[in-house]
């Protein structure tokens, strides 16, 4: 876990709530804020760094997703192996 992860979860902002950073830079924050299930706000004034804080944030994303899609998946065959020791 990364510090502005746990400093994500520190703060107590519940799952979907918003982190906002004025100063985005390479999008570190706003990264750990998708990895903790909070939405996000980044400003950054210089092209460069918007540039890399958005293949982050999309790599991020896509990570997310994945680990969502894998979580149903296990969650599926929790249900269904709980139906067949239910019989």
């Given at each position: 876990m990364s510090?502005?992860?746990?400093?994500?979860?520190?703060?107590?902002?519940?799952?979907?709530?918003?982190?906002?950073?004025?100063?985005?830079?390479?999008?570190?924050?706003?990264?750990?804020?998708?990895?903790?299930?909070?939405?996000?706000?980044?400003?950054?004034k210089e092209a460069e760094y918007c540039a890399i804080a958005k293949a982050r944030i999309e790599h991020a994303e896509k990570q997310h997703k994945q680990t969502e899609l894998d979580f149903k998946?296990?969650?599926?065959?929790?249900?269904?192996c709980n139906k067949a020791m239910k019989n």
């Amino acid at each position: 876990m990364s510090v502005m992860e746990y400093l994500s979860l520190l703060t107590r902002n519940p799952d979907g709530g918003i982190v906002f950073d004025p100063f985005a830079g390479s999008g570190s924050t706003l990264v750990a804020a998708i990895n903790t299930n909070r939405r996000w706000i980044g400003i950054e004034k210089e092209a460069e760094y918007c540039a890399i804080a958005k293949a982050r944030i999309e790599h991020a994303e896509k990570q997310h997703k994945q680990t969502e899609l894998d979580f149903k998946g296990k969650e599926d065959e929790v249900s269904e192996c709980n139906k067949a020791m239910k019989n």
